[in-house]
């Protein structure tokens, strides 16, 4: 499955985002979608994750109460809606799809939070 990211920017402090990542096929045919991110020096980590069936979503610490995950079946997309965001959350966002043992990532959208 190929996967588009789009969304990414600079936002101030406080601010809000909301990524979108299209996939290029049915998303029921998937297991789970997730979102991931990776800062300058970081190792990548979880940002949120939704079973695309049954709809379970997690979330990475650092980002619960703050994001939210959600799922657009009839466009085969999946939504990262990011409010109050701090510096911290500066990352290149990923999406990632996963389908049995296959996996596809996206390719990467920058969001930068600075005033």
């Known amino acids: 499955v190929q996967l588009q990211a789009s969304g990414g920017g600079l936002v101030q402090p406080g601010g809000s985002l909301r990524l979108s990542c299209t996939a290029s096929?049915?998303?029921?045919?998937?297991?789970?979608m997730s979102w991931y991110r990776q800062a300058a020096g970081k190792q990548r980590e979880l940002v949120a994750t939704?079973?695309?069936?049954?709809?379970?979503?997690n979330y990475g610490d650092s980002v619960k109460g703050r994001f939210t995950i959600s799922k657009d079946n009839a466009k085969n997309t999946v939504h990262l809606q990011m409010n109050n965001l701090k510096p911290e959350d500066t990352a290149v966002y990923y999406c990632?799809?996963?389908?049995?043992?296959?996996?596809?990532w996206g390719q990467g959208t920058l969001v930068t939070v600075s005033s």
């Open positions: 990632y799809a996963r389908r049995g043992s296959e996996f596809s």
């Open positions: 939704i079973a695309t069936r049954g709809g379970s979503i």
């Open positions: 096929e049915n998303i029921y045919s998937l297991n789970v």
